[in-house]
């Protein structure tokens, strides 16, 4: 069956420190990756995408995600957050017939 | 572009009530989704419409919800009657190009409460 899987729920992070956040998938044919983030009261914006070329993705906000054929996981990362980057994060694998977005990953940034 | 914009924001309603979501896309867009999130469910794809004709409705729950696009700048979706359980936050979304390898421009949502 075709998933995303989040398994962090909630993730608390000091402001400067490194973040990464996990994503793994299920998909059958070749998969376009995403991540988006949700601030309250928002709608979602795309951070990030990949569908083939270098595995190292460079996004907006000074994040970057890595896909990982062999361990089916597409995760995000930052190296040093800011108060700002609290907000939810959507891993998300779309294809041609569909699009299924993770569970999400709320990120808490302590001052 | 002002972006995805829908109305309205927040939304009140008793049960058996009828319920009218709308959204207008980003100009040029030829897709346009509906979906709906919840904390038990996640963010649940409900109908896609590509060049204002409904491809997908797969997704929509029952027969209680329809929607429309009546021209490539305005859709609706509408509940009727509406219950409880239909509580959430309905976003619209638009992309230019391909329906799911394309990146999608998510309207602020529609935080629905149903009485």
């Known amino acids: 069956a075709q998933s995303v899987t989040q398994p962090d729920i909630h993730i608390t992070v000091s402001e400067g420190a490194s973040l990464e956040l996990r994503c793994n998938y299920s998909y059958g044919a070749t998969p376009y990756l995403f991540w988006y983030v949700q601030s309250p009261g928002q709608g979602l914006q795309l951070l990030l995408k990949?569908?083939?070329?270098?595995?190292l993705v460079q996004g907006i906000k000074g994040f970057e995600a890595e896909f990982k054929r062999s361990q089916s996981s597409f995760n995000l990362r930052k190296p040093s957050v800011h108060w700002s980057d609290a907000a939810e994060y959507f891993c998300?694998?779309?294809?041609?017939?569909?699009?299924?977005f993770g569970k999400g990953t709320r990120l808490h940034i302590l001052p | 572009d002002a972006g995805v914009i829908q109305s309205p924001r927040h939304e009140v309603t008793e049960m058996g009530q009828e319920v009218t979501l709308r959204c207008k896309p980003i100009?040029?867009?030829?897709?346009l989704f509906w979906y709906r999130q919840t904390m038990m469910r996640g963010l649940e794809l409900l109908i896609y419409f590509n060049n204002n004709v409904p491809i997908d409705d797969s997704g929509m729950p029952e027969d209680r919800f329809s929607a429309k696009m009546p021209n490539a700048s305005f859709s609706t979706l509408k509940i009727q009657p509406s219950e409880p359980r239909d509580s959430a936050v309905y976003f619209c979304?638009?992309?230019?190009?391909?329906?799911?390898?394309?990146?999608?421009?998510f309207g602020p949502g529609t935080r629905l409460t149903v009485l």
């Open positions: 998300a694998v779309g294809g041609d017939d569909k699009i299924i």
């Open positions: 990949y569908f083939s070329g270098d595995t």
């Open positions: 100009s040029g867009h030829d897709y």
């Open positions: 979304a638009s992309s230019l190009g391909s329906t799911f390898t394309d990146t999608q421009y």
